[in-house]
């Protein structure tokens, strides 16, 4: 499904590392509980029947709403081997002010560091990128950068192997 091409999504890099990799995750997922099974079944019923429905009716305030929970609910049953619902607290106080502006969809790739939220259009992300830099001047590990829907799939490309 094409996420409306006019939405922009800002992304919040925190330089000084990354989240859990390698034998770190898989000691992490080991040590950490079970994900609940009634939790998971909420999950997916919220993004089949509300996520998907807003993004096909480009109701971004729906659709981030439903983001949002989903990240939320992962980032909780994970905080306990990253630290927060957040890896980077500085990317989390950035996030927390991001809300306050009206962005949507809040959540962390993967372990993290990098932050992401969602909004309407070019002209806010960049208004808003503006202001980050100027706010959030004194975390000096944090960059910005807004990005566009890319609504096509992964390109392979198959290298020729020269047998010299």
Same mark, same amino acid.
Request: proline share 4%; net charge negative; charged share 15%.
């Given at each position: 499904?094409?996420? +409306? ?11 000084? &590392? %990354? &989240? ?9 997922? @080991?040590?950490? +509980? +079970? ?65 306050? %502006? ?10 993290? +560091? ?37 609504? @096509? ?12």
């Amino acid at each position: 499904m094409s996420v +409306p091409e006019d939405w922009r999504f800002i992304l919040i890099f925190d330089s000084r &590392g %990354q &989240g859990l990799h390698g034998i770190q995750e898989i000691q992490a997922f @080991n040590e950490l +509980p +079970p994900f609940s099974v009634t939790e998971a079944q909420r999950l997916c019923h919220l993004l089949l029947m509300q996520g998907l429905p807003a993004l096909a009716e480009h109701d971004l305030t729906r659709f981030g709403e439903v983001i949002t929970q989903l990240q939320t609910s992962v980032g909780t049953h994970f905080a306990a081997a990253q630290g927060g619902v957040f890896t980077s607290s500085e990317v989390a106080s950035v996030m927390a002010w991001l809300v306050e %502006q009206g962005a949507v969809a809040i959540g962390q790739t993967s372990w993290g +560091p990098t932050g992401f939220c969602a909004v309407s259009n070019a002209k806010l992300a960049d208004m808003l990128i503006e202001q980050l830099n100027l706010r959030f001047a004194h975390f000096d590990k944090l960059s910005f950068l807004v990005a566009s829907p890319r609504n @096509n799939g992964g390109y392979i490309r198959i290298l020729k192997h020269s047998h010299t």
